[in-house]
């Protein structure tokens, strides 16, 4: 009977059974595209990930993302996972484990640090792969109907709805408050109508709601929903917070500024989540986001590829 091994970690916490939970799959090598797609849906996470030699050797690994219902080219959390699960290792197809990972992936090259505390890796940090894009407006009604909440629980105090990606590209609305946060619910049919009137690039339409939580504007509570993806809602969504970290350290009015945002996410889902955001911006531009949390171990096993 042949197998390949998996290990599932939870993402963004320290905490087993919170954060959000990822399953790695290493020496996937073997493995289809279709095949890729049938366990990523069979274990219905928001991701998964298959881990392949690197085309160049230089890098650590080819790494692979798969939702429950297509292949994407980059995440955050998929990415700080894999690398705590490899980090584990003593050595990645041969060469010795270092501080830093390179995973090539379809959005490009991915840099992951790996952080230890006495001696074992327990969270990683990775470089978001591509500048801030910043695409179209999106109105306050399309929001509030995919979300199942009055327009104007959804604000434009800062900036209207709007589309923004530093890898993968997400919808981001900020809202009046935690009370609309929590009433939040995901409408199927006004994502379906919103998919149909914008343009995405790498999934389908997803949407990063969140609010400002204490007198610290960088301190922010978030929930995402991607029911286009087959996520109703996913509890860390390092890349979604990443874009929005960076959108909003570009409106700042200082040019220059290094400050770290921290999001909270999944709560109303009872897997809270903790994600880090450094970003930089020089010159009036954002230069740098880096995404940073801890893991926590909670399965390991074998799928059974043919009877």
């Excluded at 509570?221 to 996913?234: G, H, I, K």
Aim: glycine letters at 8%; proline letters at 6%; one cysteine or more.
């Amino acid at each position: 009977m042949d197998t390949v091994s998996y290990v599932t970690v939870d993402v963004f916490t320290a905490t087993r059974f919170e954060g959000n939970p990822l399953a790695v799959i290493s020496g996937a090598g073997g493995l289809t595209d279709a095949a890729m797609q049938k366990i990523a849906t069979e274990f219905n996470y928001s991701e998964v990930t298959f881990v392949l030699p690197p085309d160049d050797p230089q890098n650590s690994a080819r790494v692979r993302i798969f939702t429950p219902t297509m292949e994407i080219p980059f995440a955050g959390h998929p990415n700080v996972g894999t690398a705590y699960v490899l980090g584990q290792q003593a050595e990645i197809f041969g060469k010795p484990v270092g501080d830093t990972l390179r995973f090539e992936e379809k959005a490009g090259i991915v840099e992951v640090s790996l952080k230890r505390r006495e001696g074992r890796v327990t969270a990683a940090a990775i470089r978001a792969p591509g500048p801030l894009t910043i695409g179209d407006t999106i109105t306050r009604e399309t929001i509030a109907r995919c979300i199942t909440l009055d327009p104007g629980a959804v604000i434009a105090t800062t900036h209207a709805p709007v589309f923004a990606s530093v890898g993968l590209n997400f919808a981001v609305a900020e809202l009046d408050g935690l009370d609309s946060l929590a009433a939040a619910r995901p409408n199927l049919a006004g994502f379906h109508e919103a998919a149909g009137r914008q343009v995405t690039s790498g999934h389908d339409f997803s949407l990063f709601v969140y609010v400002r939580t204490t007198e610290d504007p960088w301190n922010i509570r978030a929930r995402m929903f991607a029911p286009l993806d087959n996520v109703s809602e996913d509890p860390a969504t390092g890349s979604a917070s990443a874009a929005l970290a960076a959108y909003l350290v570009s409106l700042a009015p200082e040019a220059d500024m290094n400050v770290r945002i921290t999001i909270e996410q999944g709560v109303e889902m009872g897997r809270r989540s903790l994600i880090a955001l450094d970003v930089a911006k020089s010159g009036g531009i954002v230069t740098d986001v880096v995404i940073s949390g801890s893991c926590v171990p909670v399965m390991r096993g074998e799928i059974l590829l043919r009877d």
